[in-house]
Nanobody
Framework: QVQLVESGGGLVQAGGSLRLSCEAS????????MGWFRQAPGKEREFVGGISRVGGRTRYADAVKGRSTISRDNAKNTVYLQMNRLKPEDTAVYYC????????????????????WGQGTQVTVSS
């Protein structure tokens, strides 16, 4: 079992930036592919970005591609989501997730394939 704790959310002006962090417990962090999802009020939880076990492959949702960068530091048990040029449409609760038992280069965009979830961190982007 792994526990995930997100941080770094907050209120920013449109066009601004945030870096979200997710710290994982345990000694098996490098065995997980990691993902970021978000859920806005009244909407389904959606994929934002994902990263393979050692960071060799990344994937992004079209809505954030070019504005966001996911990265990880396995020595710190931490995955990051850098978000730039934020838009009001980015307002959501952002969740960190871990995908267990994946191959070395695997990155899935499918919500149901992720095994563990953090409690989320709120990102609010004002106009």
């Amino acid at each position: 079992q792994v526990q995930l704790v997100e941080s770094g959310g907050g209120l920013v002006q449109a066009g601004g930036s945030l870096r979200l962090s997710c710290e994982a417990s345990g000694r098996t962090f490098s065995t997980y592919a990691m993902g970021w999802f978000r859920q806005a009020p009244g909407k389904e939880r959606e994929f934002v970005g994902g990263i393979s076990r050692v960071g060799g492959r990344t994937r992004y949702a079209d809505a954030v591609k070019g504005r966001s960068t996911i990265s990880r530091d396995n020595a710190k048990n931490t995955v990051y989501l850098q978000m730039n040029r934020l838009k009001p449409e980015d307002t959501a609760v952002y969740y960190c997730s871990a995908d267990e038992g994946v191959s070395h280069c695997s990155v899935t965009t499918t919500l149901t394939e992720y095994d563990y979830w953090g409690q989320g961190t709120q990102v609010t982007v004002s106009s």
